[in-house]
């Protein structure tokens, strides 16, 4: 956007050159680099500059609760509205624009037939643990100055389990579950669980764990866009009956009637051996402000992954309709908050619905891994390096470790084996992961029929991208080198891919050449569960490929017995189907 000099009249004249300067600065923004990172430490306060401050900032509640809650947001007296000021919500309220980026933020409203001397904005305040503070600033993004401060919104239930989710702790059968959630420093965590609603007859004790600023790799996930995360509890239930529904609760033994200390029950079922499977599966989801304001982002004008929201709203759809599915399996780049802790607490909560029924099984990404120094080079992560990623989705061995250096896993739903690799972690022939690879895939067909494969990047895509090793054409060229001869001769079904931002499906293949059903792999991308769709298909299919889409946001809807898997994508707007595969043993 641009800017111009808000302080003509009142600013000294050092800090009137530095904003004019803004104009050019703001305007070239890269393509690929976070608008929060563009945000600047604030250079001053008008109270330092006038001796006072003549706007004020106001909040129409002075707490929120639970998951949070919305509060308007009032300026008034403010002299000098200029294009590019806005409104950042700062948590902790101790951290200021001076130390850390905005959790979220609004533009004022500026134009020729607009009076922007007052006004007001509603705005979303999370649980972040944390009391939070509104600030009223000039200057865009370079050279912000702070013009007035609200007083502070405090969170009156700190403690409140937030994105309560649910994930698969063994690789086998077992009639085990896994529950995690976060708060500032629960004492006695613990699960509440019976076969009857409101009725808690057993009971997991949480072990908790954290992460602190200094285990990440880089800004601006070690300063700019760090926040404590909190404890993270997890606590596994074990001895279920396989079938039968669960309804639970977590919270705090230590305050057991508290009800700002424990959530809404919800309710799960146990997993088990079974004869049929469904799954939702997908890669690339992101989330977006509750409130649709600002935050670092990408696409949708800094708005973050709009389409998420309408996805996960999609699958609440399809549950309420049909049932809940046993998993929903998510292969990479989870909640693209890249650095800015912030927005992993707002993608727990926008999956809640969902992830607190359903087991949310997740694999890494270029967005949760990417590391300068790393297997793939790249800045992708925000300077989180898998950390964040690790602690806060606790797989199945060996990425149970909660370190990130051996992120994949694999787990069994009734009739189907997923194995889930790691595209970010060295997969060549002779590494720690092929080995592990090479076990993984060793599958009693008798006992389970299918073997579904899973990854963030693509081995076979429609992409124009083809320079260098990194690109969409040279990393799946790379993959097919070390790994499409072990799928191959593992007799792999299925193998599902995200970071291209389409829906693709190419035939059941091998060497690039379509081969005879149930000979070889077929290979979907399932890119599309919220981030900007990508628009660089060639302008043929590749032979190898069937259906290529980079129309529509969405997920696929997988469906297994012993001898039929089907596999339908859906979009998330409506009740279509885009494309079905069905494959038969």
Known sequence: FGVESPLVCTMTLAVAVLCAALVALCNARAPHVHYLSKIKPAVGTRQQLSGQYFATLTTSTSKVAFEGGYVNVSWANYQFPTEGDWIGLFCPASETPFTRAPVTYRNLPIGKDINSTYGTMLFYVPNLRSDCQFYLLTGGAQFPLVEAVSAVVSISTPNYPNGVRLSLPTSDTSATIRVTWSTRNASQPVVRYGLTSGQYTDSAVAI???????????????????????????AVLMNLQPGQTYYYTVGDSAVPTDAGSWAPESKFVAPGPASTMTAYVFGD??????????????????????????????????????????????????????????????????????????????????????????????????????????????????????????????????????????????????????????????VDRSVTPWLVFTGHRPMYIDSSWEDGPYSDQGFAAYMRTHLEGLLYSAKVDLALWGHHHTYQRTCPVYQEQCLQAGTAPTHVVVGTAGYQLTHNLETALPPYMVRAIDAYWGFSRMHATPTTLTLDYLINNSTTIIDTITLNK
């Open 208 to 234: 908790s764990s954290t992460y602190a600023s200094t285990d990440m790799c880089d800004e601006p996930a070690t300063g700019r866009g760090w926040i404590d995360p909190g404890m993270m509890h997890t």
């Open 285 to 442: 989801m992101g989330q977006a402000p509750a409130d649709s304001s600002h935050q670092h982002s990408w696409d949708y004008g800094n708005r973050g992954e709009i389409n998420a929201i309408n996805t996960t709203q999609r699958m609440l759809q399809e549950i309420n309709s049909t049932g809940a599915p046993d998993a929903v399996v998510h292969f990479g780049d989870i909640s693209y908050a890249v650095g800015y802790q912030p927005e992993w607490d707002q993608f727990f909560e926008l999956i809640r619905p969902v992830a607190s029924r359903v087991p949310w099984m997740a694999s890494i990404g270029n967005h949760e891994m990417g590391n300068p120094a790393g297997f793939v080079p790249s800045e992708d992560s925000g300077g989180e390096c898998g950390v964040t990623f690790m602690h806060r989705f606790i797989m199945p061995a060996p990425a149970n470790t909660q370190r990130p250096d051996t992120p994949w896993f694999s787990f069994t739903l009734g009739p189907v084996k997923f194995v889930m690799m790691s595209t970010e972690t060295d997969f060549s022939v002779g590494s720690v992961q092929y080995a592990w690879l090479q076990e993984a895939l060793k």
